[in-house]
């Protein structure tokens, strides 16, 4: 142990560098300890060999994220919008579509089931309404909807099939768990701190959350890094956290650093898996115990040309099969390389996880062939993918989720120090959960509390 | 690391200690490696001040669990029937009542909700029967009953709000865990493992969960330990696991074990946080992110005299108030000393898990005065507690259970070895799921798949 800090801080990814910029920035001597060789987190960016960027996790960024916005401009970072020019295409039940927009395949559906989940949307945004940013568990029907999951309230809100099938299908690839696992409560929290579902679902194209791909969205984390300089120390693992009256000591294999204090920028779920000493509340430890990462790989497959934009396709495919829940095209506006990025969410990770990269890569490319119906597409010229899920610094992405009947039960804990440890993460934010946005707000609160008792 | 194992076992609770004898008795060199000071886990007996012995944990056994009553005729150790003459009292929505039995209690519920609570228990048995013992998953409804919660089973069960009220209020002290936590499937696959929802309700008087108590319950798990003698080695917290194509090294502070397998006999939330090389699979890894421990604060209370028996009560009390949901007379039949044991589990123990163990034992006492209208209640010769969610080495009792949507989703994973890993503890058992009799069982049901591979 050489020196002591002001503050340490637990996690390398943007929660964390923003909690440590931001009190660097106030003139406090924080250092951040990152367990991987890289800072980033979720946001991994990987230069490939056709010279351009992939990225293995976060990418988008929605118009109003203003925090993330902040930081893209602040360091000069390229953008380019979202390709979205060209129809879209899906399977569900066996059948195929070509339409002009998401929307329209929603408001397609058969019989009167297109008007009913339009009407859900509305209704759901009622209940988005109700529940207060700061404090879910105080909506007037925190109680009910936390203790319904979102499939029991598909089941009582449709009518037909069609439309309950269609919103089960959205529901994966946009909270990486099944309706099963989660409860209406939470589903409706995480839209409202993205300011309504229909952001979250992209069905609002002024505000939606994908409007814009950063560039090499790793460059966030590595400028907030470059400013702190020889303050960033990689590969240090954190195993365990010992406060007492004097400070913190943060320990890792081999190196103890000391502190007055500490944020854990860590996904509950890992920030659970630290011994702390004493031992955290049992208000705290209930609520890590509670909330599971989400389940996903991202897998991308690039092509010698985006030859679906020539057939008049925006390469946003949505089908029922899998193992891609989804996909988009992930390709410059004017590439030469044609780019699709594929997620497989919820049930299909949990299907397909456990299989090899050459498993999912041939499984992938059989189920754009079948998709598309043409086949082209059985000969990428790349595969990259992640498996969030086995990532030991990750395990799951995108995002922790509270389970049925947590918010009500657990939620104080998500916020509250406990003694010297404060908690940041895209989880503890009221803006943008689970967003990269919110994982920036949550650092600069985490470090704005802090900076607050250090005086 | 001095010398080479045939298999470690970590943790010494009655499933860690059972594998640890099942394999020295079949000539396998293995030790068995304990966090705490000392063996039994969730059993903890104490011997007070007046002679005799309070359980801080599990301490009732039924009449058909057959390896818990094996392991006590075979280590002789004594056992006590549950004390149950006089009649039972209790309080609800402020109205104070005492009936013959428990059973009465329900069935003289107003108006017809007391037939349609005990409708509803024989609809929960054919669901139970549903619900196959080794692969729950694949119960005909398994998708359906995963994906609602047990009050949404409730809410849709039943038509009067007292019966709903009395089913709701019986859960957390069964469960230690709310009706909006666990899945219908969960709630009838517990069941299942005991032969019965009337078995764990004690409803089946014949086949009681309840139907005796064990005196000095550690003593299965010291006799255990005795005959493994120094291959149980106390104070070594595990922090790392270690497997290769040669064997598997088991890392504590200061020290390091080699072995050719391991039994890891936690509950899956604390097997969850050690960490594994190689990473453990996605499968295994969001199976124990998804099992969080139930919560309960055990409380003891004992006075001059059992002078409510006198008063024809016999010490069992329900109440909707709280801190505890149930207490039970924990006398011996001819005791002198009076003893009532109280537990606070789910919302309560979330409520009172922050308080001190002061503010508690007063909170009970005024509890206990109230319920019985009788001052004598407020001064107890004695206070002990144990508050489970607050153990660092057990993080909430009696049990951990899976999220709604978890059991379809990551079942597979739960006995399912790792390479040289295998898994232990009462979550695996078949039979008596979260009991002492299940955790037996699933030692020696790991222990005999290691010996399998060992030759």
């Given amino acids: 142990m050489t020196r002591h800090y002001g503050v340490l801080v637990v996690g390398g990814g943007l929660a964390g560098l923003a909690a440590g910029r931001t009190l660097a920035a106030a003139g406090v001597d924080a250092a951040v300890l990152e367990a991987r060789d890289r800072v980033g ?24 994220q203003e925090r993330v916005h902040g930081l893209v401009e602040e360091f000069d970072i390229d953008t380019r919008p979202q390709y979205g020019d060209g129809s879209v ?53 925190a109680a009910e909807w936390d203790a319904t999951t979102l499939r029991t309230w598909a089941d009582r809100q449709f009518d037909t099939p069609e439309a309950r099938a269609a919103f089960e299908r959205m529901v994966p690839g946009i909270y990486t768990a099944e309706p099963a696992e989660m409860s209406f409560l939470f589903f409706c929290y995480y839209a409202r701190t993205a300011g309504g579902f229909d952001t979250v ?7 939606d959350s994908h409007a814009a791909v950063v560039v090499d969205v790793q460059s ?6 470059g400013e702190l300089g020889d303050a960033v120390h990689c590969d240090r693992p954190v195993s365990r956290i010992v406060q007492d009256d004097g400070g913190v000591t943060v320990h890792t294999p081999g190196r103890a650093y000391s502190a007055d204090y500490v944020v854990v920028a860590l996904p509950p779920t890992l920030a659970g898996r630290l011994a702390y000493e004493p031992v955290l509340p049992a208000a705290r430890d209930e609520l890590t115990q509670r909330m599971p990462n989400g389940s996903v790989v991202k897998c991308h497959l690039r092509y010698r040309a985006p030859f679906w934009r020539e057939d008049g396709l925006s390469g946003f495919v949505e089908d029922d ?5 989804y996909y988009f095209d992930d390709g410059y506006p004017d590439g030469e390389t044609g780019r699709l990025v594929g997620f497989v969410c919820g049930a299909n990770a949990r299907e397909w996880v456990g299989h090899t990269p050459e498993e999912r890569r041939r499984a992938l490319t059989d189920q754009l062939v079948s998709v598309f119906d043409d086949e082209r597409f059985g000969t990428p010229i790349d595969y990259l993918e992640r498996s969030w899920p086995t990532e030991p610094y990750s395990r799951g992405a995108y995002h922790g989720y509270p389970t049925p009947g947590t918010m009500t039960a657990c939620w104080d804990a998500i916020r509250e120090p406990v003694g010297r440890i404060h908690w940041a993460g895209s989880e503890t934010a009221t803006r943008w959960y689970g967003h990269m946005d919110g994982a920036i707000r949550s650092g600069e609160r985490a470090a704005d509390e802090v900076r607050g008792r250090l005086g």
Avoid at 99 to 111: A, K, M, N
Avoid at 201 to 207: N, Q, S, T
Avoid at 220 to 225: F, H, P, T, V
Wanted: aromatic share 6%; glycine share 12%.
């Fill in 89 to 141: 295409l899906g399977r569900v039940d066996g059948e195929r579509y070509v339409e002009e927009t998401y929307e329209d395949v929603l408001r397609s559906l058969p019989g009167r089931s297109g008007a009913e989940l339009f009407q859900a949307f509305e209704e759901i945004e009622r209940c988005v309404d109700q529940v207060p940013r700061d404090t879910p568990q105080d909506a007037p029907r």
């Fill in 41 to 64: 987190g979720k946001t991994h960016s990987t230069h490939t060999d056709h010279g351009d960027v992939v990225e293995y996790g976060g990418q988008w960024i929605g118009a109003d």
């Fill in 220 to 225: 966030i984390a590595r400028s907030m890094a």
């Fill in 321 to 325: 099969v899998g193992p891609a829940n």
């Fill in 201 to 207: 679902a992209g069905l609002d194209h002024e505000r």
